[in-house]
Every structure is written in structure tokens, then in C-alpha cells.
């Protein structure tokens, strides 16, 4: 049981470099966001989307961007890295419930430092 | 803006002892509350939950209590464990945006022989 997978675990980009974080659920979850932890700031929302096809901002989603061609698959794309960019990526997925909230699952993170 | 707030970085407590750990929140449109466990070079993993409908809920060692006149959340840990040493973090939604959790800055508990 794989739940939520990213790639690469630790990346080192040269300012300026693109990339792209990957992340894939495999609990057939609707809901998957992308957060970033930086010390003392906490979990962070990057985007996030509630179904293929539709995603949308969250509180920090500048410099970042996000495709959901299908239910699996979220990644997330730096498109000019900046050192403000340093931080640990967490990709999660959530069940949409019909009623009330579930929990979200996390992956196991992407360190990424700018140089 | 926070909307949630953890107040204490860390949390020092002995082996059998209570562990506390708080969260404030100013969004009064959240409607459910969830902690999560962090171990380093890991991601986290959630721990237990609560419905703005209730004021308590049990999960073996682990409780959550709502305060919502005072927006407020506690998770008790009892008792204390070596093994719960770890970052916890307090993360909110609403009924309206179920798909965006909104986390604190997270409290570090060090649990102590």
C-alpha cells in the first residue's frame, strides 16, 4: 500500500533552473495539495486541487505551478527557482467524504535547496 | 495572518507524565480540527481529529478537547511516551473548503526518561 508517493527525496537547483516535484496517490482521493515547511512558519498551502482538471491557489503559490491531468498525479513545477524556494515540499491527498471531513495523507517529502 | 496559532515552539515533559499541547484559531468558519505527528525526515501523519459538533474525542492515549467560545484546541497525551517525541501540528478546515487544511507553526514535544 504505496499511499501517497513523491520524487525526487532531496534536490539541489542552481538559481534560475526549473523542476518539477512529482507526487502520486494511489488511495483514489479526489482532494491533493502541495504545502511547504519552512522553520517556524509551519505547513504552508502551495495549490491545491479538488478534482482532475481543477486546481487553484493557495496561500503561497507564487513561482510554483500545478497541472491534475488525472486522479493520481499532482505535480508540482518550479519555474524559475529562487533561493526563497529552499524548503521541504509535503504533498498530501484527502478523501472527499459526501459528509463531513477526513484526514489528509501525507508523503514522505522533497527537500529542495537553491543555490 | 495566522489563522492558527500554536503559542509554544516547544513542550518539554517527563515519561508518564500529561502532555498539553494548545491551539488558538480565528477563523470562526472552521468546523473540523485535526493534530498531526511529525518525525523528522518524514512527512506527517495524522493523529486525531474532532467535529466542531463535539467538544471531546478519545482516541486510546490521545485526546482532543474543543473550546469554540474561545476558539480554542487541546490535544492530551496520557501518558507520555519517549516514542511521542515529535513535532505536532494543529491544522483546521471548513465544511466550504474541506479540501484546504490550514496548519500551524507546530510544537515540538521532547518527552524525557
Known amino acids: 500500500n504505496a499511499g501517497v508517493t513523491q520524487t525526487p527525496k532531496f534536490q539541489v537547483l542552481k538559481t534560475g533552473q526549473s523542476m518539477t516535484l512529482q507526487c502520486a496517490q494511489d488511495?483514489?482521493?479526489?482532494?491533493m495539495s502541495w504545502y511547504r515547511q519552512d522553520p517556524g512558519m509551519g505547513l504552508r498551502l502551495i495549490h491545491y486541487?479538488?478534482?482532475?482538471?481543477?486546481?487553484d491557489q493557495g496561500e503561497v503559490p507564487n513561482g510554483y505551478n500545478v497541472s491534475r491531468s488525472t486522479t493520481e498525479d499532482f505535480p508540482l513545477r518550479l519555474l524559475s527557482a529562487a533561493p526563497s524556494q529552499t524548503s521541504v515540499y509535503f504533498c498530501?491527498?484527502?478523501?472527499?467524504?459526501?459528509?463531513?471531513?477526513?484526514?489528509?495523507?501525507f508523503g514522505q517529502g522533497t527537500r529542495l535547496t537553491v543555490v | 495572518d495566522q489563522q492558527v496559532k500554536q503559542n509554544s515552539p516547544s513542550l518539554s515533559v517527563q515519561e508518564g507524565r500529561i502532555s498539553i499541547l494548545n491551539c488558538d484559531y480565528t477563523?470562526?468558519?472552521?468546523?473540523?480540527f485535526l493534530w498531526y505527528k511529525k518525525y523528522p525526515a518524514e512527512g506527517p501523519t495524522f493523529l486525531i481529529s474532532?467535529?466542531?459538533?463535539?467538544d471531546k474525542n478519545e482516541d486510546g492515549r490521545f485526546t482532543v478537547f474543543l473550546n469554540k467560545s474561545a476558539k480554542h484546541l487541546s490535544l492530551h497525551i496520557v501518558p507520555s511516551q519517549p516514542g511521542d517525541s515529535a513535532v505536532y501540528f494543529c491544522?483546521?478546515?471548513?465544511?466550504?473548503?474541506?479540501?484546504?487544511?490550514?496548519f500551524g507553526t507546530g510544537t515540538r514535544l521532547q518527552v524525557t526518561l
Open positions: 477563523n470562526s468558519m472552521f468546523d473540523y
Open positions: 488511495m483514489n482521493h479526489e482532494y
Open positions: 474532532i467535529s466542531s459538533i463535539k
Open positions: 491544522a483546521a478546515s471548513t465544511s466550504g473548503t474541506a479540501s484546504k487544511l490550514t
Open positions: 498530501a491527498s484527502r478523501l472527499r467524504a459526501p459528509v463531513g471531513n477526513t484526514e489528509a495523507f
Open positions: 486541487s479538488v478534482g482532475a482538471g481543477i486546481t
